[in-house]
């Protein structure tokens, strides 16, 4: 019932070297090739997310070192404005001590003025009352006087002072 | 009405029989598999489009099958092998979906599935058997290969041996199996349909439809089926641990 002749050794013999020909065409023109570029896709996107990752990681870096350097900056600002301001206050403070001092000198040269002026006066007086007396001094000598010319000349001589003064 | 082959004994000796139109139809299984994955792989891109895009499912889908038995280490020597059984099996099913040729009167066959033959697909389940001995040796050294029959206790030996053709057969037996009975089945409904014109070339034509719907469906099933086994064994050969 079973021969072995009816077999078909030629065609089983066939199929297989077919069939590794077949593997061995795939594997070189179709399938080599796209698992090559599947491999090379696999790393492609490894290396990829490692360095979105290193990215990430840097770019939080200097995120950090931004808000550093923001939060650095505010307070030198507000050092800065707090000097600014003090110093301002300062300046103002020291124009009005300037302006006062400037003018309580300028009272006091104010009032040594008058106060020389004052003593010239007083020493011109002096000196006007000395000579007059001399003169008043020298007519009466001068004259002896009655009652009436005395009182004519000090009249006169006291004109002439007036005139003079 | 019998089905026949034209077969010739080549240079007159009895035991070399050459089933003509079974070669045919394996060369056209062969060419259609490789012309196809031929011009679906013309353009290889690092940001895949089209056809790339389900020649590298087709990949990435035996992968898995492999992945899923072994270490992808060793699965990886039998990436290319998995995807050729299952592409060539797939395609000598299909074959003989759409139509089948005979010539009218002696019946002689001219196409059909290739894999409807018993003989094709028990010597390419033997091709795979050999092939898992031949990787055990290469894999795991010829110490451990030899002391694998011994596992997990000596007088395990004898089924392992018996295991190997019990797998040969029946990795063969199913593909053909099915594929024939697919076979024989739609040429009955065909013949049914054809016998005589009448309500049964109509009425035929519906249960067709159907069947062949199912065919498309057994063979896919098929394909994978072997596809898997094969890896199945493979595993059981090249693994380390059980």
């Known amino acids: 019932m079973f021969d072995l002749y009816d077999i078909e050794w030629v065609n089983a013999a066939y199929q297989l070297l077919a069939f590794f020909v077949l593997l061995l065409l795939l594997k070189k ?65 020291e124009i009005v001590q300037n302006a006062r001092d400037e003018s309580a000198r300028m009272k006091e040269t ?56 | 009405m019998d089905t026949q082959y034209l077969k010739v004994d080549l240079f007159g000796v009895p035991w070399l029989t050459f089933n003509i139109p079974n070669a045919i139809m394996i060369t056209v299984a062969m060419a259609i598999v490789f012309f196809v994955c031929f011009f679906m792989s ?3 891109q690092m940001y895949p489009s089209g056809a790339q895009n389900a020649m590298e499912y087709l990949v990435q889908f035996i992968k898995n099958i492999i992945s899923s038995t072994m270490d992808w280490d060793r699965g990886k020597n039998f990436l290319m092998l998995g995807i050729t059984i299952i ?7 299909m074959l003989g979906v759409p139509f089948e040729l005979a010539t009218a009167e002696e019946h002689y066959v001219w196409w059909n599935s290739p894999t409807s033959n018993p003989v094709l697909t028990i010597s390419l389940a033997a091709f795979v058997i050999i092939l898992t001995h031949v990787y055990g040796l290469k894999l795991k050294g010829p110490k451990e290969y030899g002391k694998d029959y011994f596992r997990p206790a000596f007088f395990m030996a004898p089924f ?25 089945i739609m040429m009955m409904i065909v013949g049914l349909g054809a016998a005589t014109i009448g309500f049964w070339t109509f ?15 057994i063979g896919t099933l098929q394909a994978f089926i072997f596809c898997m086994l094969t890896m199945v064994y493979m595993s059981h050969k090249v693994n380390e641990e059980h």
């Open chain 1, 29 to 93: 023109f179709a399938f080599g090739p796209i698992m090559d570029m599947m491999e090379k896709r696999e790393n492609h996107v490894a290396e990829q997310i490692s360095s979105a990752e290193k990215n990430r990681e840097e770019a939080e870096k200097y995120l950090e070192e931004q808000r550093e350097a923001i939060q650095q900056a505010r307070v030198e600002a507000k050092e800065i404005v707090e000097n600014s301001k003090k110093m301002s206050e300062q300046q103002a403070a």
């Open chain 1, 110 to 165: 104010a009032k040594q003025d008058i106060q020389n002026e004052k003593a010239q006066a007083i020493s011109a007086l002096r000196e006007q009352v000395s000579t007059l007396s001399v003169l008043v001094a020298s007519k009466v000598i001068e004259k002896e006087l009655d009652e009436q010319d005395q009182e004519k000349l000090i009249e006169d001589t006291l004109k002439e002072v007036g005139e003079d003064l």
């Open chain 2, 42 to 44: 013309r353009k290889i």
């Open chain 2, 87 to 93: 592409l060539y099996v797939f395609v000598a099913n």
């Open chain 2, 160 to 184: 392992k041996v018996v295991e190997d053709f019990a797998n040969t057969l029946t990795l063969g037996m199913r593909l053909y199996a099915n594929v024939y009975a697919k076979e024989v």
């Open chain 2, 203 to 217: 009425a035929a034509f519906i249960p067709l439809v159907v069947f062949q719907a199912f065919s498309v469906f």
